[in-house]
């Protein structure tokens, strides 16, 4: 059967202006829906309408107005950008992102009618001290806080340990597992939605991408690094053609 998994490439900022046209070329033949490309904003336009998924990377906490460096959703939407990353952990740490502002730009995308793929995680002492659980619990009911199901229902969810974002480190198959599930467990339980995708992103690799596709209850994956290079088409294989 088709592999139906969702991957999303997080360019991050990695790319120069030399560099996107080269990259945009080595992609020309995906035409893959559950691609979804991710570029720095400016980036965009290059990269709709040509059969794989387009999202940006962040989005104002707002609509329109005077609000100088911001992209608003409805912008992004209408030059044809179908998903959003949301609460990403470097806009948490570098930008002082806060799961209140998380909150109003899921707002804004769900009316622009984009989708938002939202980023939890826990850091490493969090991780070591077993709060994993909790602190994405509080997470999740932070950034969903009265949202209708029908809403949340039209979210990803991405499941990022701080700790494995760029570290080469990810948790084991029976860890992201058990998270996995427990994330569409508090969804259904406290928003009485239907489980929504989870992914799963931090160091994912050629090296650990075999490993990765035995575990059962992901949707998809979220690729920063590894997406920028060569390496992602080896991973497309993985996941898709093997
Ligand atoms: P990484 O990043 O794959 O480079 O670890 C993942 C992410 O931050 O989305």
Redesign the pocket.
């Known amino acids: 059967m088709e592999n139906k998994k969702l991957v ?1 490439a ?1 360019l ?1 900022m990695y790319l120069s202006t030399s560099d996107i046209a080269t990259y945009l070329k080595k992609i020309a033949s995906l035409e893959r829906q559950n691609v979804i490309f991710c570029p720095t904003s400016i980036y965009l336009p290059y990269f709709v309408g040509h059969g794989y998924g387009v999202g940006i990377q962040n989005v104002a906490a707002t609509e329109l107005g005077a609000y100088t460096g911001e992209v608003s959703a409805i912008q992004a939407a209408g030059l044809g950008v179908q998903y959003a ?1 949301l609460g ?3 806009r948490r740490q570098y930008f002082g992102e806060t799961n209140a502002q998380i909150h109003q730009k899921i707002i804004q995308c769900l009316r622009a009618k984009m989708t938002p793929i939202v ?1 939890i995680g826990e850091t490493a002492e969090e991780y070591q001290k077993q709060q994993t659980k909790e602190v994405l619990k509080q997470q999740i009911i932070a950034c969903f806080r009265d949202l209708p199901a029908e809403a949340i229902s039209k979210v990803i969810i ?1 499941y ?1 340990p701080i700790w ?4 080469g480190k990810i948790p084991r198959n029976e860890e992201i597992t058990e998270i996995a599930s427990e994330i569409k467990h508090i969804v259904v339980e406290k928003f009485h939605c239907h489980m929504i995708p989870v992914l799963y ?5 050629c090296s650990n991408i075999e490993q990765l596709e035995n575990i059962k209850n992901i949707d998809g994956y ?6 920028t290079t060569e390496e992602f088409f080896r991973l497309l294989e993985v996941v898709y053609y093997k």
């Open positions: 999303v997080n991050k990353i990403h952990s470097e980023c991405a990022e494995a974002i760029g570290t992103g931090g160091s994912i690799k979220l690729i920063g690094k590894a997406s």
